[in-house]
């Protein structure tokens, strides 16, 4: 069978979503009022027809590409249509000066393996973890940390982060600053005007703040946790626990069923109770790989 392939850096999502929402993997069409700029995309046809897309942008330096989307149709695998395009988009990369061009994906998606077969064939480095991805139902696990009896000793309470004021503000910073207090990653004033209220929490010892959980609402009814942070010397006392399980217990109040964690592989505190208890909880669980090949 014979295939062509046409690279256009014109491709707008809100395009594909009328023209081929079938070709998209993953499903971007949800992130669609968060990505906006031009896309390359290289189509696969045969006899004129569509059979394959992968979707591209840029990081505006022009040196690092990443892949968004990318799909065979079902009728059409297992014939080099995945070689072929990773191939097409690489050389036009390449072309326009680009250095490096990057991919995520998740464990559990059934063409995985054929995903690694086409990237390790064509040098892409080692597939690596990233992120740990944990997907629930705050009601069950509500029901489980009520199991647990813990309590948050006297001199510790919670309060919204929304409710901090300058001087908690400065003080977390300065902390940061002088003693690079948390992981860059686990900032909390990150995308501060989409946090979730009802799920974003401080905790205070004798009213200063010695720990956050952070979580924005990714859907109407679908709560992502980005970010828990305990100071090292109140660790031992299973503050992260408390903490989540106050966290879920209000976003349960506030009516939002589901909740999303993402941890990254070194720090994964957060899912490792709900991972230990899987079973009972009923939580989902996945990893997010990242390949790369520098052009
Ligand atoms: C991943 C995907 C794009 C690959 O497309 P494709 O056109 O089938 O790719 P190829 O024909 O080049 O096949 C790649 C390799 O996987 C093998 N393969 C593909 N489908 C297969 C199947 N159903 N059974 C066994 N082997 C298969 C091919 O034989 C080939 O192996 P080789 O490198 O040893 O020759 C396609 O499986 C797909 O669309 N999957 C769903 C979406 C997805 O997961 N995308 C990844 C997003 S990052």
Redesign the pocket.
């Known amino acids: 069978m014979k295939f062509e392939y046409q690279i256009s850096d014109q491709v707008t999502l809100d395009w594909v979503i009328r023209n081929m929402r079938q070709y998209l993997?993953?499903d971007l069409s949800k992130k669609k009022s968060r990505m906006h700029k031009n896309m390359i995309g290289v189509v696969a046809t045969h006899e004129k027809k569509p059979v394959?897309l992968l979707l591209c942008t840029d990081d505006n330096t022009g040196e690092n590409y990443r892949?968004h989307?990318?799909?065979?149709h079902p009728q059409?695998?297992?014939?080099?249509?995945?070689?072929?395009m990773i191939k097409e988009i690489e050389a036009y990369v390449k072309k326009r000066g680009g250095r490096k061009i990057d991919?995520y994906?998740r464990a559990h998606?059934?063409?995985?393996y054929?995903?690694e077969?086409?990237l390790t064939?064509q040098d892409w480095s080692e597939p690596k973890e990233d992120l740990i991805i944990v997907k629930g139902k705050a009601s069950n696990v509500n029901k489980l940390f009520m199991h647990t009896g813990l309590e948050l000793p006297e001199e510790y309470e919670f309060g919204a982060f929304r409710e901090i004021d300058e001087e908690d503000r400065k003080y977390i910073l300065k902390r940061k600053k002088e003693e690079n207090w948390y992981l860059d990653y686990l900032d909390p004033f990150v995308q501060e005007s989409s946090m979730c209220d009802a799920a974003s929490l401080v905790l205070r010892k004798e009213g200063m703040i010695v720990g956050w959980v952070i979580s924005h609402l990714i859907a109407p009814d679908l709560n992502e946790f980005t970010a828990l942070f305990i100071d090292p010397v109140h660790r031992p006392y299973k503050m992260a626990h408390l903490l989540m399980r106050e966290a879920i217990t209000r976003q349960q109040q506030a009516g939002i069923s589901n909740f999303l964690i993402t941890s990254k592989v070194d720090n994964y505190v957060m899912s490792r109770f709900l991972l230990r208890h899987a079973k009972e909880t009923g939580v989902f669980l996945t990893r997010s790989q990242y390949s790369a090949k520098q052009l």
Do not use: A
């Open positions: 993997f993953p394959g892949i989307s990318f799909m065979t059409y695998r297992k014939m080099g249509i995945g070689h072929s991919l994906y998606w059934p063409s995985r054929f995903l077969k086409i064939s």
